[in-house]
């Protein structure tokens, strides 16, 4: 048997054994790590897959033309800057019209037909055309001198009542040639329907004043820039009587009204081109003018100054 001596030696012999071999396993996997690190073709775990970044696919980016960016990962431009572009820009919104430059003038479209009476838009009629000794331009329509000479008078028949007064009509000749008047005074019988008699100076555009009688055929005429037009009261005009004229239209006139405080009231047109309100209703008040193409016209703040042409700031539209 061994003595206590013994049993406590060989304790301590085991001890010094399994601390050694501890160290040196240590030593050996220190040294087996060492020597793999030194190879290229071998990789070390330097710990979990955890720890490394995860690749999360990044939306592409989208232009502004709609197609996709071919850069995976946006950069920072393409971020929403402060001037918006990474967004559609906004269309820009039409602009209002805006209100006329006058609060007493304007022009509204009349959804009622037409008013046309023998003239008619888009007609062509046959006719003869003579001359006469125009003057100074004035005539029966009552608009004054004329500013030029392509003037001329109508036929009772298709002058009717003064409503061609400042008609603008197209006369062509069957010698190809062709001329446009403004009408501004009444052929009296026997000048037939269809027949206009021309100023001398107009004729004189068409043939030879010799010739006397020329072929024609004719029609309405809607012309360009002719300005805007006026309004005049009649020689005696006040707040009891008035008779008002339109001067300088681009169409007929159609209708004439004059609002008396509790609506309007249609005048009515006399031989010599004036619009009558006999017991002064309407006189100095707004008036609303009315064409051939139901377009109308409202003038207001004009005074009653008899024979003044008091020019406005409407005219009729372009047809």
Not at 215 to 224: A, F, H, R
Not at 233 to 258: F, M
């Amino acid at each position: 048997m061994m003595t206590t001596r013994q049993v406590a030696r060989q304790r301590r012999r085991r001890r010094r054994l399994a601390v050694g071999a501890t160290a040196a396993l240590t030593v050996t996997g220190v040294l087996a790590y060492l020597l793999m690190a030194m190879f290229p073709g071998h990789k070390v775990d330097a710990g979990p897959a955890a720890a490394t970044p995860l690749v999360t696919t990044q939306p592409k980016a989208v232009g502004a033309d709609g197609t996709a960016s071919a850069t995976a990962t946006p950069s920072p431009s393409a971020s929403a800057s402060a001037s918006g572009s990474a967004t559609p820009k906004a269309t820009a919104t039409p602009k209002t019209p805006k209100a006329s430059a006058t609060r007493t003038q304007k022009s509204t479209r009349s959804t009622t037909s037409p008013s046309a009476g023998r003239i008619r838009p888009n007609t062509s009629y046959q006719g003869v055309a003579t001359a006469y000794e125009a003057g100074v331009g004035d005539g029966a329509c009552l608009f004054g001198p004329s500013p030029d000479m392509m003037i001329a008078a109508m036929n009772t028949t298709d002058y009717e009542t003064s409503r061609a007064c400042g008609a603008y009509v197209l006369v062509r000749a069957a010698n190809g040639k062709s001329i446009m008047v403004r009408i501004t005074n009444e052929c009296p019988l026997p000048c037939a329907p269809g027949q206009i008699d021309l100023s001398q100076q107009a004729f004189a555009k068409l043939a030879d004043l010799k010739v006397g009688r020329l072929p024609i055929t004719w029609s309405l005429v809607s012309p360009g820039s002719i300005g805007t037009m006026s309004i005049r009261y009649k020689t005696g005009s006040s707040a009891y009587w008035c008779g008002i004229q339109v001067i300088g239209h681009r169409n007929p006139v159609a209708r004439l009204e004059v609002n008396t405080g509790s609506g309007w009231r249609q005048l009515p047109r006399t031989s010599f081109n004036y619009f009558i309100s006999a017991d002064g209703s309407g006189c100095g008040k707004a008036i609303r003018v009315t064409d051939i193409y139901g377009e109308q016209l409202t003038v207001s703040g004009l005074a009653v100054l008899p024979n003044v042409a008091q020019a406005t700031q409407v005219q009729f539209a372009r047809h």
